[in-house]
């Protein structure tokens, strides 16, 4: 949603998050190419993922995270591995940040 309206930057993610009117309890972690909804693993297309962790930190995020990857013709180790490189990109940036 945020690159149809061209705020791209990892700044404009971070005020999208930090502007939500309520308590973030959940957030589904996955990522795309800004066209469409398509699930993919956290390398494969451009979120900002410095962006949404500090607008997660500045919202005081302390929820649950989903990694949300869906399975396309890999084999389900390549699958499994998608995920779990999506959580440890995740976790790694939320460490350092």
């Known amino acids: 949603r945020q690159h ?3 705020l791209s930057e990892p700044e404009d993610f971070s005020m999208a998050i930090q502007s939500v009117p309520f308590k973030v309890f959940e957030v589904h972690l996955h990522n795309n190419k800004g066209r469409k909804d398509e699930h993919m693993y956290i390398s494969y297309g451009n979120l900002p993922l410095e962006g949404c962790i500090d607008g997660l930190r500045k919202k005081r995020f ?4 989903t990694v949300e990857v ?3 013709d890999w084999t389900r180790e390549e699958g499994f591995a998608f995920a779990e490189q999506t959580r440890d990109a995740f976790f790694s940036k939320w460490d350092t940040l």
């Not at 302390?62 to 995270?65: A, E, F, K, P, Y």
Request: charged share 30%; net charge negative.
């Open 4 to 6: 149809s309206i061209e």
């Open 62 to 65: 302390d929820g649950i995270v």
């Open 70 to 72: 869906v399975q396309r």
